[in-house]
RNA sequence: GGUUCCGUAGCUCAGUUGGAUAGAGCAACUGCCUUCUAAGCAGUAGGUCUUUGGUUCGAAUCCAAACGGAAUCACCA
């Protein structure tokens, strides 16, 4: 039973037969804390056509659901607001029904297919905390859409070649001394990254260099030696030759490796890689495709441009006069190359929101060139993470890096997990298996709580918390509920046939209530691509559960049909938790 | 300068398509462990929703302007 449909339905009657209004979309809205219901039905819409009281109004309207709805026990009326009261048999038969469902939190299936690439980092460097909201927020997505009914590819779109990656190549054949991650016990892609830094500290010796000789900034930081010989190494490296791609190849696979090392402790995953290094040269066609459709015009130097004026926008190159790509000819090419691959209705683009111009562009080309996918691409733009300092750097050192971060907070869980002393009879693999699900459950929460589309602050020096709003206490609600059910288990209870009842506690009543809007809130967060608003919801069940846990004792109780229902009821709230915060990629432990 | 986004408690954030006395957490203060895990629960205090106009029964929400902040406006990715 939809107790929404029942009552929209019920409302609808009531303003027809009682005003002859009829109203095609009736909008309920959950009632306030402060007043006593469920639902509220606003009737300041209909006084002034009606000229009636709202008081007036709310109590007809009130009294006819009271009477034909079935599912009415009381309601009340203040000012022009109808809050109404369901019955707890209503309640208890919803209750019923999420129990027999074994697929509850599943949508039906869609028969579509949607891609979410998310993570593309680049090859130079090892990954930050702006990286790990990207991975988070990707793999979550990917998992509500599942949930929605999707069939969901992951895909991950590497930057693995370019002038950078030729930066930190450079660096290390100078500098590098033959070092290797084995030579000196550094992750791949963190000693790759020192040479990026490398090489950006002697660029920047070389450029005052030559301001000191009397060049402008920015003839300097063309002219740098070293920045000529970056650009003549990417030339080696797109002729082939040998010994660059040699280098090339080795300090890739030290990245990989690194990589492939924190995806695992990130908990993420793939299912398919393109690397830039296969799809760079693809959209050469498309430029020519996009000349003959007059989407696209060429300039007397040879270079290819889009003129997006009428749209709001600029003029934009696609093609180099000397013929080759830039970043967005490659874009066209691989939208192509993944529509391709998996012919998905929908292409999400996990992509920070410094890029807005660019997917902007992308789109509308894909769009002028009439791809049939062009209405299905989505660029979800998620806001920079913040220190108080300010921005994150990688060339001058100060970034959050995510190794580091995972590794702090899996020290902060077991120091917090040691001074409550309740876990002392775990071996040592249980306990450090528990440290990290609740560090990543900790850190994974405070980055997915909050809405992508807003940058956040991330201040270093505060430990992320374990209390309040957090995965932790998401997470020990869980803990407490199959600590419940372990006991039960030991008394012997059976839970396989619900008990009848005839009255349910308020606390009840209230996680029933959330327990129901599960699907709906899955269907919202996949809509708006927000995994925040799963956050918030397991934090709401979570804390519902919990008032219940302390107004409520089941096995203090007498009556077995209630311990009975108690129990019951405690298992599809934890299973519940579980499903909502996997959907955030984090996972439950049976005790902390 | 053009375009786009943002401005809510001391701090970090919620606030559905306009609805009631603007909500959580942290920090501060009060209670609650002889009872299923106190990483919890209940409560107190904390607000000119940046400002000024407008739209209407009603605005944190929509419109306009101002102020403050961010991103972007590359033949980088």
Not at 328 to 355: C, P
Not at 403 to 416: G, P, Q, Y
Not at 423 to 431: G, L
Not at 536 to 551: C, G, I
């Amino acid at each position: 039973m939809n107790i929404e449909k029942v009552l929209q339905d019920s409302i609808k009657a009531a303003l027809l037969q009682k005003f002859e209004v009829s109203e095609n979309e009736i909008i309920l809205q959950p009632t306030k804390k402060d007043f006593e219901g469920t639902y509220t039905f606003v009737v300041f819409p209909y006084v002034k056509t009606l000229r009636k009281s709202p008081v007036e109004l709310g109590n007809t309207i009130g009294e006819f659901l009271k009477e034909n709805s079935g599912i009415v026990s009381t309601y009340n009326v203040v000012q022009g607001f109808l809050n109404i009261s369901v019955s707890d048999s209503t309640w208890l038969s919803i209750f019923k029904e999420i129990s027999a469902d074994k697929n509850f939190g599943q949508l039906p299936d869609k028969n579509e297919t949607v891609m979410v690439e998310y993570s593309s980092p680049n090859t130079n460097k090892p990954l930050h905390l702006g990286h790990l909201r990207n991975n988070f927020l990707g793999f979550s997505v990917a998992q509500i859409l599942a949930a929605n009914g999707y069939k969901v590819v992951k895909a991950n779109l590497v930057n693995d070649r370019g002038i950078h990656i030729c930066k930190s190549m450079l660096a290390y054949q100078k500098f590098g001394k033959g070092e290797t991650p084995e030579s000196t016990g550094m992750k791949g892609d963190h000693l790759v990254g020192k040479y990026y830094v490398e090489f950006d500290k002697h660029y920047k010796t070389e450029i005052e260099a030559l301001k000191a000789q009397g060049l402008s900034e920015d003839e300097a930081k063309k002219q740098a030696p070293l920045l000529i010989e970056a650009q003549e190494m990417l030339l080696k490296w797109e002729n082939g030759e040998t010994e660059t791609v040699a280098l090339w190849e080795k300090m890739n696979e030290w990245v990989f490796a690194g990589f492939n090392e924190t995806y695992k402790k990130m908990g993420v995953s793939f299912d398919k890689m393109y690397r830039e290094s296969n799809t760079y040269l693809l959209g050469k066609e498309t430029v020519e495709e996009g000349l003959t459709k007059g989407v696209f015009f060429k300039k007397e130097d040879g270079s290819v441009w889009i003129d997006l004026t009428d749209e709001g926008l600029d003029q934009k190159l696609v093609l180099r006069k000397d013929g080759t790509s830039v970043y967005i000819t490659q874009d066209m090419g691989t939208a192509d190359l993944k529509f391709k691959d998996f012919n998905m209705s929908k292409s999400i683009y996990v992509v920070g929101n410094e890029q807005d111009y660019h997917f902007d562009v992308l789109f509308k080309i894909i769009k002028k060139l009439g791809r049939s996918y062009a209405d299905g691409c989505f660029h979800l733009s998620y806001g920079m993470v913040d220190l108080p300092t300010g921005k994150m750097k990688s060339r001058e050192g100060t970034v959050v890096d995510a190794d580091d971060l995972m590794s702090e907070m899996v020290e902060t869980a077991r120091e917090r997990t040691n001074e409550l002393g309740k876990i002392e009879d775990f071996t040592s693999e249980e306990a450090e298996e528990l440290y990290r699900t609740l560090a990543m459950g900790a850190l994974k929460y405070f980055l997915l709580k909050v809405d992508p589309k807003k940058r956040m602050l991330f201040n270093p020096q505060e430990s992320i918390d374990f209390q309040g709003n957090t995965g932790p206490f998401i997470q020990y609600t869980f803990a407490r509920i199959s600590s419940i059910l372990r006991k039960a288990e030991q008394l012997g209870i059976s839970l396989e046939t619900l008990p009848e009842l005839n009255g349910l506690h308020e606390s009840e009543q209230e996680v029933i209530y959330l327990l129901s809007q599960f699907p709906n809130r899955i269907a919202d967060a996949g809509r708006e691509y927000a995994p925040s608003l799963i956050a918030q919801y397991a934090y709401d069940l979570a804390k519902a559960y919990n008032r219940f846990y302390n107004e409520v004792s089941i096995f203090n109780e007498t009556e077995e049909d209630l311990v009975r229902f108690r129990l019951a009821f405690s298992k599809i709230t934890g299973e519940t938790i579980q499903k909502a915060i996997a959907l955030l990629g984090v996972g439950v432990p049976s005790r902390m």
